[in-house]
T-cell receptor, first 116, second 112 residues
Framework: AQSVTQLGSHVSVSEGALVLLRCNYSSSVPPYLFWYVQYPNQGLQLLLKYTTGATLVKGINGFEAEFKKSETSFHLTKPSAHMSDAAEYFCAVTLISSGSARQLTFGSGTQLTVLP | DAGVTQSPTHLIKTRGQQVTLRCSPKSGHDTVSWYQQALGQGPQFIFQYYEEEERQRGNFPDRFSGHQFPNYSSELNVNALLLGDSALYLC???????????FGSGTRLTVV
């Protein structure tokens, strides 16, 4: 079984400041990890994903995340926040094992507010 | 290229009624999953369909059922609606051997 914990249900940053959204996972087998963003009244948009290979993953809109197996973490960062980054962010995990439906297990989300 | 299309976008039903939600996957995708997202929470996996069969199911009662058609589109049916079924229902599609999911904008179901 797998699970995801997102630390901080609400995060506020000033425009231009560093964005750091935390995600820790629990998985009995090597995981694939994802970050999704959800704007009000919309579905989920994929920001980035880690499958195999390089542990530092770059995504859309200037976001990146680093897979740290020893810390079971996959934190999302962006060097400089924009007002348009205000949204809900979800970390998700799925299992690599064959035969799995590969369903996503989501964290409870972090609401990012960007202050002018 | 159209992404995942869900209908309707909003729906209001009364307790005890039945509802059907529809999903058309992204072109080229053959696997469809349904998720329930209650207010203020992350999406919860309901079930997944591939080759017109339910392949895996999350922790949801039998009141939740689904179907996949030969053109890969899918329906989610919920019987005997409860107030707690009020949520955003998301459909996600992917190619069978790939981990990249594409999500629709969802159907907002309100049970009164």
């Amino acid at each position: 079984a797998q699970s995801v914990t997102q630390l901080g249900s609400h995060v506020s940053v000033s425009e231009g400041a560093l964005v750091l959204l935390r995600c820790n996972y629990s998985s009995s087998v090597p995981p694939y990890l994802f970050w999704y963003v959800q704007y009000p009244n919309q579905g989920l948009q994929l920001l980035l994903k880690y499958t195999t290979g390089a542990t530092l993953v770059k995504g859309i809109n200037g976001f990146e995340a680093e897979f740290k197996k020893s810390e079971t973490s996959f934190h999302l960062t962006k060097p400089s926040a924009h007002m348009s980054d205000a949204a809900e962010y979800f970390c998700a995990v799925t299992l690599i094992s064959s035969g799995s439906a590969r369903q996503l297990t989501f964290g409870s989300g972090t609401q990012l507010t960007v202050l002018p | 290229d159209a992404g995942v299309t869900q209908s309707p976008t909003h729906l209001i039903k009364t307790r005890g009624q039945q509802v059907t939600l529809r999903c058309s996957p992204k072109s080229g995708h053959d696997t469809v999953s349904w998720y329930q997202q209650a207010l203020g929470q992350g999406p919860q996996f309901i079930f997944q369909y591939y080759e017109e069969e339910e392949r895996q199911r999350g922790n949801f009662p039998d009141r939740f059922s689904g179907h996949q058609f030969p053109n890969y589109s899918s329906e989610l049916n919920v019987n005997a609606l409860l107030l707690g079924d009020s949520a955003l229902y998301l459909c996600a599609s992917r190619v069978a051997d790939f981990y990249g999911y594409t999500f629709g904008s969802g159907t907002r179901l309100t049970v009164v």
